[in-house]
Structures are given as structure tokens and as C-alpha cells.
């Protein structure tokens, strides 16, 4: 019979329940949103210091919530939200309608899906230096939409120095918040760009606080060469060392001998700002600012004593007090980071350095200036040396023309 032939279907076609299994696991997934800007850091990043990327006292965001560690905050959350719903005079089931209004949107702000359902601080100086680094952590937000669909500028007033301003928006008091905390100066700039574009979170806040304005497209180029000459070859070159504007993160520049560097304060919170801001650029961000003067700070750096010329000329204020610790530190940002040598920002710089440590002159210059005339005494001796020379050489010349036979 010619049905007694036929193997069943699944014998004859073995790769049908995997694709079965496959195209039920392919459903079941959801896209990825455009919305999306809140991600868990990278292993190759986070392995370098999971303590930069974990919150040590508050959860702000669904990521780390529920932590056995993170519990003793809840209370005082707790307490900021029945203090809030008293000042606004709105009650909590508007802004629990609000947020609900707003959940699928929320979600899709997380890189991986959230299955959760469900002035006792700030008047402490030390409360604050502890809420503050958790607020700064990549997997630690917030979408900075619902802060600002909560926060109604119109109903919360808020005290102020300026007398024309009685209320200020969200996005107002976080710029004063960090930029203090942070120590970022000439900042008030950004806030025009800050208005016009959409903030994600803290972290893109603080990252956008970073950038200048404007940010200069036509510095960006191919990289040459990997090689750039650390600070102790830069000043046996003769490159001469001097503090860039505050104003400019990535204000490094170079002309006639002279490297300008913005100054860069050494310190753990330095390290878990510039990580999660790396860690979010490198997940989110089409540009790569951060990474860039990451890795160009890497370059510069080499060994304690780049650190110390870096602190002897003011450009780093080293924290940690310890000159090779400060070397450790900046070097450990790097790892884990990626060059893209088609399209960095300090590619034009990098090759303006190379340039001038390969002219021989320069590190001749150079040599005589540290080593022979580095102090009034030592360059008078010199000078003196140099005269005593020349004299006795023209007293030379003048006994042999003396001997020589006159004509008659």
C-alpha cells in the first residue's frame, strides 16, 4: 500500500519542531524600541569594576530594585512622595493615573524587559554624598519624561536666589544640582541645547552638561597612527604644559610648543561619572566624545610620572593623593573601550604631537633647557663657558696668523 510507505511527516523532515521551537521563541520576542536608553553595562566594562555600575544606597529605576542592600532607603522614598503629594495638593491616585497613562511607554525605555508589577535625607551633607553617586549609574534611572509629567513647575514652587523666578522646571533644578556637584563650570550655555533636545536620564544630563557647544565636526578625522606620545615625551620634546579652559572638556589643544589641557580632578567619583557616562554613550549614543578623550587621557598617561607633571603644571588635581594610583586609575578607564581610527575626535591632535616629537631640534632645545640650563647659576655657567671659548678660540687664531711669515 502505498500509504504504508510514507514515513510520518516529522521523520522525513527532521528540522521541523526545531523550526517549530525557533518561530515560537522568534514571537515571542518583542523589538527592541527606539524609545530604549536605559541598558545594563556591558560585561567587558563592568568586569573592570562592578562597583561603578551598582547602586550602593538607593534604586531609582526597576533594575536594581528590591535589593536586600537597598532596603533601608525605601521608607525615606516613602516619605519624599507623601511630602510631595501634600506640597502639589494633587492626590496620589492623579499622578498613579499619570504614570499608568505612561507604562508602556516606560518600558520601553529599559533595554530588557521589567516583569515587576508592583528632608530627613538632603539636610544631611553625608546622606547627600551618598545618594549622589546612585544617581549617576546607567542601570540607576529613571526616563527623564515622567520626572518631568510629575514634576508640574506650575504647581511646586521653589525658592531662588533670582527674584524673577519663582518656579523652576525639572530640567532647571537638575542643571543646578549637578553642575555643583559635579564641579562643571560655564555650563549655562548648554541649557539652551538641553531645552531644544530630549533628555533621556541623568546620566544623558550629566553627558550632555560634558560637551561643548559647539562641538567642532571638522576635528574629527582617520587616525594616523595608535602611537601618541605620553607627557614625559611631550616634555622631553620641549612641549610646554598649560591649563585649558574649564569651560571645555575636550578643549585639548596644541600650538606653537604649547598642549593646553582642560583641568581633571582624580578621584573615585571621577571614575564612576566618566564609566557610566562611557558605558551609556557606547550603548546609546551615535558619537563617541567620551570614549575619545578616554582614550586620549590614556595616551597622555603612562606611568606616575606623566601624573605628576599633569598635577606640577595644574591640570590635575589628583585626589587620590597617590601619583601612581592616578596613573592605575586613568588607565583602567580605558579598558574595555573601542578606537574607532576612521572617526576620532582627537585624530588632528595626535598628529600635530607626533609631528613635533619627531623633529630633532625640538628635543635638542629641549635637552639643553632641562638638563644644562635649568636654573639662573647653571645658565650663566654656560654662557660664561661659551665665552671663555670663543675667546680662547679667537686667541688661537690670532697666535697663528702672528706666526705666520709677513710678505714684503
Known amino acids: 500500500m502505498a500509504g504504508s510507505d510514507q514515513a510520518p511527516h516529522d521523520i522525513e523532515n527532521p528540522c521541523i519542531p526545531l523550526v517549530t521551537s525557533m518561530s515560537e521563541e522568534l514571537d515571542g520576542l518583542s523589538p527592541l524600541s527606539s524609545l530604549c536608553c536605559i541598558y545594563r553595562v556591558p560585561e567587558r566594562l563592568r568586569r573592570v569594576s562592578e562597583k561603578a555600575y551598582t547602586p550602593q544606597v538607593v534604586s531609582i529605576g526597576p533594575l536594581h530594585h528590591g535589593k536586600e542592600g537597598l532596603k533601608a532607603m525605601e521608607d525615606h522614598k516613602k516619605r519624599y512622595l507623601q511630602d510631595y503629594i501634600r506640597r502639589t495638593r494633587v492626590s496620589l491616585a492623579d499622578y498613579v493615573q499619570k504614570v499608568k497613562a505612561q507604562e508602556a511607554k516606560l518600558r520601553s525605555c529599559y533595554a530588557e524587559t521589567i516583569q515587576d508589577e508592583n528632608d530627613r535625607i538632603f539636610n544631611k551633607p553625608w546622606m547627600l554624598q551618598d545618594v549622589w553617586p546612585d544617581m549617576r549609574l546607567l542601570e540607576n534611572q529613571l526616563p527623564f519624561f515622567i520626572l518631568e509629567e510629575l514634576f508640574d513647575p506650575e504647581k511646586i514652587k521653589v525658592s531662588s536666589n533670582n527674584k524673577n523666578i519663582e518656579r523652576l522646571s525639572i530640567l532647571n533644578l537638575c542643571h543646578n544640582f549637578f553642575k555643583t556637584l559635579m564641579h562643571i563650570e560655564g555650563t549655562d550655555g548648554n541649557m539652551e541645547k538641553l531645552c531644544a533636545s530630549k533628555v533621556e536620564h541623568f546620566v544623558d544630563f550629566c553627558r550632555n552638561l560634558y560637551l561643548p557647544l559647539p562641538l567642532k565636526p571638522h576635528a574629527k578625522g582617520p587616525l594616523e597612527t595608535l602611537n601618541t606620545p605620553s607627557i614625559t615625551e611631550l616634555h622631553r620634546a620641549g612641549v610646554k604644559f598649560k591649563v585649558g579652559s574649564p569651560k571645555n572638556l575636550f578643549g585639548i589643544r596644541f600650538a606653537n610648543g604649547i598642549l593646553e589641557i582642560p583641568k581633571l580632578a582624580i578621584s573615585d567619583e571621577t571614575e564612576l561619572t566618566i564609566r557610566?557616562?562611557?558605558?551609556?554613550?557606547?550603548?546609546?549614543?551615535?558619537?563617541?566624545?567620551?570614549?575619545?578623550?578616554?582614550?586620549?587621557?590614556?595616551?597622555?598617561?603612562?606611568?606616575?610620572?606623566?601624573?605628576?607633571?599633569?598635577?606640577?603644571?595644574?591640570?590635575?588635581?589628583?585626589?587620590?593623593?597617590?601619583?601612581?594610583?592616578?596613573?592605575?586609575?586613568?588607565?583602567?578607564?580605558?579598558?574595555?573601550?573601542?578606537?574607532d581610527s576612521n572617526d576620532f575626535y582627537f585624530a588632528i591632535l595626535c598628529e600635530d604631537l607626533n609631528e613635533y616629537c619627531r623633529t630633532s631640534w625640538h628635543k635638542w632645545q629641549a635637552n639643553l633647557r632641562q638638563n644644562?640650563?635649568?636654573?639662573?647659576?647653571?645658565?650663566?655657567?654656560?654662557?660664561?663657558?661659551?665665552?671663555?671659548?670663543?675667546?680662547?678660540?679667537?686667541?688661537?687664531?690670532?697666535?697663528?696668523?702672528?706666526?705666520?711669515?709677513?710678505?714684503?
Open 372 to 408: 644644562y640650563c635649568n636654573t639662573p647659576w647653571a645658565t650663566i655657567s654656560i654662557a660664561a663657558a661659551i665665552c671663555l671659548l670663543i675667546l680662547t678660540f679667537i686667541q688661537a687664531v690670532c697666535s697663528v696668523i702672528s706666526a705666520l711669515p709677513s710678505k714684503r
Open 276 to 339: 557610566n557616562l562611557l558605558a551609556f554613550e557606547q550603548c546609546h549614543c551615535m558619537e563617541n566624545y567620551i570614549n575619545d578623550y578616554v582614550v586620549i587621557m590614556d595616551r597622555f598617561v603612562n606611568t606616575a610620572k606623566d601624573v605628576e607633571l599633569l598635577v606640577k603644571h595644574g591640570i590635575v588635581e589628583n585626589r587620590l593623593g597617590d601619583s601612581s594610583g592616578g596613573s592605575t586609575l586613568i588607565n583602567n578607564l580605558a579598558d574595555g573601550v573601542i578606537v
